[in-house]
């Protein structure tokens, strides 16, 4: 979940909100809360979990590890023990680099469109 999907800031996010940021379904971030104790969002008295930013910061690393590099959760959950600095800076590079992409492709898109303005404009 690339940086683009954190444009607002908030203190807490609901599991909807989250699910969208990495689109995964709400139950998916549940199993992953089950299998990783270092997702422990906070409930309001409803039990509505209350995503905080070190709970996103640490699906961003399971996501990262899982669906990105295809690793098994018994894998990932070896690695977030063992080289999590590695793993910050991985996912973090990768998430930079969607970024980019992202950014890119809206200029190409733009480029293109002055493109064919221009050639509209000099061949009518």
Known sequence: MPESKFKREKLFYSIKEVAEMFDVKPSLLRYWEKEFPSIHPPTTVGKTRQYRKEDIEEIRRIYHLVKEQGVT?????????????????????????????????????EFDELDQAYEEAVNP
């Open 73 to 109: 959760l018994s894998g990932a959950k070896q690695k977030l023990k063992n080289n999590r600095p590695h793993v910050d800076v991985s996912s973090e590079v990768v998430e930079r680099l969607t970024f980019i992409r992202e950014e890119l492709m809206k200029l190409k898109v």
